[in-house]
C-alpha cells in the first residue's frame, strides 16, 4: 500500500555506510530525509549526492538527518564515494543504505515495476519528529531534483509546525506568509500581535514569524 502524507513512517533496520541504521532511533527527536537513488556509479545521482553533502549546514541548520538509500551493496558505496569527493567537491557526510534485498525499498514504494523492476526511483520523503510523512516527491531516474527546495519546503514546513502560518505560492523564507484556516481571527490577535492583512476572510497574510 502506497505511504501517503500524514503516515507513519515505516520502520526498519539496514546497514549503512555508517553503521546500522534503526529509522525510527535515527530519527529520533529530528527531522529527516530520505531518499533514494537508482544506482550508484551513475553521472545524475552522483550529482545529487555530492550537492546534498555540500547543504550538510543547511540541514543541520534545521535540525534534520539525512539518509541516502542504495540497491548497491556497501562495498560499492566506497569506491563511488571517492568518485564523489573527487569530481562534485564534497565527501558523502550522510549514511547511506545498502538495501540489496529491495526491503526498504519495497516498504517505501521506491520501486515502480512500470519503470524498472529492480531499480528505485528517485524518491524523497521529509519525515517530521513525530515519525509523520510530511512530504513525499518522485522523480523519474534522469531528472536530478533540486535539494535547494527541499530545503524551502522544510521551511515551509517547520513555520507550519512552529506557528500555524501556511506558505503561498513560490514562497521563499522570509517573504510574508499566511495565517491558516484553523487559527480564528480572536486566537490569531494573540499569536500575531502586530496584526495582519486581511486580503478576504480566508486569506490573512502576515509576515514570516521568526525563531
Ligand atoms: C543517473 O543517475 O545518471 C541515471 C540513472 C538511471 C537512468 C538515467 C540516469
Known sequence: MAILI??????????????????????????????????????????????????????????????????????DHAGWAKDIEETQGSALNFPLLADTQGEVARKYDMIHPNADNTLTVRSLFVIGPDKKVKLKIEY???????????????????LTAKHQVATPVNWKNGEDVIIVPAVSNEAAKDKFPGGWKEVKPYLRIVPQPQG
Request: hydrophobic share 35%.
Open 6 to 75: 500524514g503516515d507513519t513512517a515505516p520502520d526498519f533496520t539496514l546497514e549503512s555506510t555508517e553503521g546500522t541504521i534503526h529509522f525510527h532511533d535515527f530519527i529520533e527527536g529530528s527531522w529527516a530525509v530520505l531518499f533514494s537513488h537508482p544506482k550508484n556509479y551513475t553521472p545524475v545521482c552522483t550529482t545529487e549526492l555530492g550537492y546534498t553533502a555540500k547543504l550538510k549546514d543547511e540541514f543541520a541548520k534545521r535540525g534534520v538527518k539525512v539518509l541516502g538509500l542504495s540497491v548497491d551493496k556497501i562495498e
Open 140 to 158: 523519474p531516474a534522469s531528472t536530478g531534483r533540486n535539494f535547494d527546495e527541499i530545503l524551502r519546503v522544510i521551511d515551509s514546513l517547520q
